[in-house]
């Protein structure tokens, strides 16, 4: 079955990036000139995602606003003759079916995905969290979906971590199949660096069977008593094969102060409008 489905939990305070983030969402950060959420849209539009779903809180008002119709800024554009601004604006509100519902407590990034039940039905269908910008020739979403209609069941998109950070993500132990997928057999949440069963880290990818919902929905608080995805996921891996996909591509954790310095320079690098300028600024800077 195609995955024509997506969720997007931003539903997150985004203490982090305070007091940034005081009224305006983590998710609008601007990276460049795009804000952090519509690079990820985009890797899901470009992996054959037709409709999202994204699940919001209190003060996410800004997301509805910048995916829907701005009359009076199109109108604005139009009459200064702005074709190319006003082009670029309008891709936004129509480049994909956006649906939005709230989740009214906090607790935690299971019970945002249980949320999304009643849009998703009984069908597959992709998770992409707004921290993680990859930048990729072929979209990180699409690699997973890529092994999905390979293997048919649920895909963990996952990194290779240095050892002495593995204590900050998720990771797996799982058997290699191919040299970028591995059927994955258990998951631990956070490891100490002596009890990670592997350098593979979670990340913010997952393509997941409608079974996790069931699970989600009887699954009991974990840790920070918060229904925990991964939980959920460990328990559906003894019930049907769950996947890894050693994705190509590179990763900004842009939910960090510092990667998300990173990824502005390395984005802006890759801008021609001005890559050449800001690459000679920075050689200035460091000399």
């Known amino acids: 079955m195609k995955v024509k489905k997506a969720v997007f939990p931003v539903a997150g305070l985004g203490t982090r ?9 983590k998710e609008m950060l601007p990276l460049i000139d795009k804000p952090l959420v519509q690079y990820v849209v985009e890797e899901a539009v470009a992996s054959g995602i037709e409709q999202i779903l994204f699940i919001t809180g209190r003060g996410k008002h800004n997301i509805e606003d910048h995916f829907d119709i701005s009359v009076e800024l199109e109108a604005h554009l ?4 702005k074709d190319r601004e006003l082009s670029r604006v309008r891709e936004i509100a129509e480049m994909v ?8 407590q906090a607790m935690g990034l299971g019970h945002a995905i249980l949320c999304a039940r009643d849009f998703v039905g009984n069908e597959p269908f992709a998770v992409l969290l707004g921290d993680d910008i990859i930048d990729s020739e072929r979209p990180c979403l699409g690699q997973l979906l890529e092994v999905f209609d390979q293997q048919g069941g649920s895909v963990l998109a996952l990194e290779k971590v240095p050892m002495e950070n593995i204590s900050s993500y998720g990771c797996v132990a799982a058997e290699q199949i191919s040299p970028r ?3 994955v057999t258990d998951m631990v949440e956070k490891p ?5 069963p592997s350098d ?3 990340i913010g990818r997952y393509v997941l069977t409608p079974r996790i919902f069931d699970i989600l929905q009887d699954q009991e608080p974990g840790k920070g ?3 925990q995805l991964t939980d959920a996921i460990l328990t559906l891996s003894k019930e049907e094969s769950v996947y890894g996909c050693l994705f190509d591509g590179m990763r900004h954790d842009c939910g960090d102060k510092l ?4 990824a502005t320079v390395d984005m802006a690098l890759k801008r021609k409008e001005f890559s050449a300028e800001f690459e000679a600024y920075l050689r200035q800077r460091l000399a």
């Open 97 to 104: 079916n956006i649906f939005y519902v709230r989740q009214r």
């Open 17 to 25: 990036f305070l007091p940034a983030t005081k009224s305006s969402p």
């Open 225 to 227: 008593g918060e229904i």
């Open 200 to 202: 593979m880290a979670i």
């Open 78 to 81: 139009y009459d200064k003759g």
């Open 259 to 262: 990667g998300f310095l990173k």
């Open 181 to 183: 997928t591995f059927h």
């Open 192 to 196: 100490a660096r002596d009890e990670a």
